[in-house]
Every structure is written in structure tokens, then in C-alpha cells.
Nanobody, 116 residues
Framework: VPVVESGGGLVQAGGSLNLTCVVSAGTARLSAMGWYRQAPGQQREMVAT???????NYGAFVKGRFTIPRDNAKDTIFLQMNNLQPEDTAVYYC???????????WGQGTQVTVSS
């Protein structure tokens, strides 16, 4: 499996979780990576993305609570989530984008559940 997430789980409101995503194929043409989430009955939405280098972008709901560090040497990104709230409950997916040719891959998702 070329894109694998880990680190989801159950946490109380106000708590923290760290997610990890490792890309293991096509890494020489990896251009961007990101985290997306999908709650039951909702559309998938962007949480955070990072392109080659360090340019990051966050969903409006993040409000400074999450960061997306990247370890280029290991083709790995993380999602450090603080002050989690019940509305953050969702399946979190990692996305990897490649160039030449242009395509992207998704991980299988990891469940994050925040209890009130």
C-alpha cells in the first residue's frame, strides 16, 4: 500500500492526537501531501496541505489548532492536532500528489473520535 496513515483513536474534548502518513511508492515525483477528513453524511474536506518546500494551507475550521510537519527525507507527513472538539470526529485521509505524470493517491483512512 503506497500511502498509509496511522495514529487515529479516541480522545476527550480538549485533547490531542498526532497522525502519521508515510508514502512508500513514487516518492521521487512526490509534489504535495495533505490531510482530508470526512464525517458521516458529510463531504470530504481539506484539513491541511503542504507542498514541496514548506508552503502550507489549512482549512478555515483549523483556527491554529493543527499543524502539518513534513519529513522530506522519509516522505512522511504528520498532523498534530490540539484542542480537539467533537466536531473534529471523522475519518482522516492522507493524500499524496505526484507529477510527471500528474496523479494522486489516497490512504485507507484512520478514525478520529472526540468525545464530549
Amino acid at each position: 500500500v503506497p500511502v498509509v496513515e496511522s495514529g487515529g483513536g479516541l480522545v476527550q474534548a480538549g485533547g490531542s492526537l498526532n497522525l502519521t502518513c508515510v508514502v512508500s511508492a513514487g516518492t521521487a515525483r512526490l509534489s504535495a501531501m495533505g490531510w482530508y477528513r470526512q464525517a458521516p453524511g458529510q463531504q470530504r474536506e481539506m484539513v491541511a496541505t503542504i507542498i514541496s518546500g514548506a508552503s502550507t494551507n489549512y482549512g478555515a475550521f483549523v483556527k491554529g489548532r493543527f499543524t502539518i510537519p513534513r519529513d522530506n527525507a522519509k516522505d512522511t507527513i504528520f498532523l498534530q492536532m490540539n484542542n480537539l472538539q467533537p466536531e473534529d470526529t471523522a475519518v482522516y485521509y492522507c493524500n499524496a500528489q505526484f507529477f510527471l505524470p500528474s496523479y494522486d493517491l489516497w490512504g485507507q483512512g484512520t478514525q478520529v473520535t472526540v468525545s464530549s
